[in-house]
């Protein structure tokens, strides 16, 4: 895949229209926080055999824990590459379609029906050369920003991933913007009717057409977060302090409305880790000390 990438990045900040003093200090916490994240997500584009033009198909988290490199993703996004798909990811001013062992994790019609926890997480144990590639345009989020911990109902959270609509390609270029939404994580009252257990999912907020501000302060509305899935959930090492070191706490997996309004929904880090240690023992490093 030798399509030529560029990217942008659209910041959305969930706050009042009028900007008071607290919360210009907010949004300039907020810009300086996009350094922190945005460097180690990427867009995970896909090509079908028979076409020449790659498509978004969701987003994608660096990590490096000191033995594997990792592109961690959303399980359904994974499923694509089974439907014909060749994944892509940024190289050296192109796509590139990297290798390593692959895995996936996703909910069947009949565990959604279930009393099963739901899950969905995938992605790929990156090869050396794939890694080296994709350092040249990304970088790999290393062992001491991740956490295992479950962010409390309130606190903050900041998710970053590619949404769809704000993507372009041709047979030749391909571009996108990534999206960096501010929100609070939910209590489990507001979590969709079926089964997911509160230790390790956390859903967020997510209002696309009240107090959105771009990045000069004007009001906007928000694209839809398709795309997103797989992106990184952040939140501050210490909830009380926005200038505390930014963890990945887990990815997001799927979006649900409920009556109020949207809500993101992901899947939690620490269970991510479990499930890999029972499925690649001995392989998955040191990450295994966050759980």
């Given at each position: 895949?030798?399509?030529?990438?560029?990217s942008?990045?659209?910041?959305?900040?969930?706050?009042?229209?009028?900007?008071?003093?607290?919360?210009r200090?907010?949004w300039?916490?907020?810009?300086?926080?996009?350094?922190?994240?945005?460097?180690f997500?990427?867009?995970?584009?896909?090509?079908?055999?028979?076409?020449?033009?790659p498509?978004?198909?969701?987003?994608g988290?660096l990590?490096?824990?000191?033995?594997?490199?990792?592109?961690?993703?959303?399980?359904?996004?994974?499923?694509?590459?089974?439907?014909?798909?060749?994944?892509?990811?940024?190289g050296?001013?192109?796509?590139?379609?990297?290798?390593?062992?692959?895995?996936?994790?996703?909910?069947?019609?009949?565990?959604?029906?279930?009393t099963?926890d739901?899950?969905?997480?995938?992605?790929?144990f990156?090869?050396?050369?794939?890694?080296?590639?994709?350092?040249d345009?990304?970088?790999?989020?290393?062992?001491?920003q991740?956490?295992?911990?479950?962010?409390?109902?309130?606190?903050?959270?900041?998710?970053?991933?590619?949404?769809?609509?704000?993507s372009?390609?041709?047979?030749?270029?391909?571009?996108?913007?990534?999206?960096?939404?501010?929100?609070?994580?939910?209590?489990?009252?507001?979590?969709?009717?079926?089964?997911?257990?509160?230790?390790?999912?956390?859903?967020?907020?997510?209002?696309?057409?009240?107090?959105w501000?771009d990045?000069?302060g004007?009001?906007?509305?928000?694209?839809?977060?398709?795309?997103?899935?797989?992106g990184?959930?952040f939140v501050?090492?210490?909830?009380?302090?926005?200038?505390?070191?930014?963890?990945?706490?887990?990815?997001i997996?799927?979006?649900?409305?409920d009556?109020?309004?949207?809500?993101?929904?992901?899947?939690?880090l620490?269970?991510?880790?479990?499930?890999?240690?029972?499925?690649?023992?001995?392989?998955?490093?040191?990450?295994?000390?966050?759980v």
């Amino acid at each position: 895949m030798s399509t030529a990438a560029s990217s942008h990045v659209f910041v959305l900040c969930l706050c009042s229209f009028r900007l008071g003093v607290t919360q210009r200090l907010e949004w300039l916490s907020f810009r300086m926080n996009l350094d922190d994240i945005h460097r180690f997500v990427c867009p995970i584009w896909g090509r079908l055999h028979d076409s020449s033009r790659p498509e978004l198909l969701g987003s994608g988290v660096l990590i490096y824990d000191g033995y594997e490199h990792l592109l961690l993703t959303a399980g359904h996004v994974m499923a694509k590459f089974d439907q014909g798909y060749r994944m892509g990811i940024w190289g050296p001013e192109i796509l590139f379609s990297p290798r390593g062992l692959s895995f996936k994790f996703v909910a069947t019609a009949e565990t959604r029906g279930g009393t099963e926890d739901i899950f969905d997480f995938g992605g790929l144990f990156l090869d050396a050369e794939s890694a080296a590639l994709a350092k040249d345009h990304k970088d790999f989020l290393p062992l001491d920003q991740l956490s295992g911990e479950q962010p409390i109902e309130g606190s903050l959270a900041l998710l970053f991933g590619y949404p769809v609509t704000r993507s372009k390609s041709s047979d030749s270029a391909a571009t996108n913007e990534g999206l960096m939404v501010r929100s609070s994580v939910v209590s489990s009252e507001r979590f969709p009717k079926t089964c997911y257990s509160e230790r390790d999912h956390i859903f967020l907020d997510f209002n696309r057409k009240k107090g959105w501000l771009d990045d000069s302060g004007a009001p906007v509305s928000a694209p839809e977060p398709h795309g997103m899935s797989g992106g990184g959930i952040f939140v501050h090492q210490d909830p009380k302090d926005p200038s505390s070191p930014l963890k990945l706490v887990g990815i997001i997996t799927e979006w649900h409305r409920d009556r109020k309004q949207c809500i993101l929904g992901g899947t939690g880090l620490a269970f991510i880790v479990r499930r890999l240690q029972q499925q690649y023992a001995g392989r998955w490093g040191s990450l295994g000390k966050i759980v």
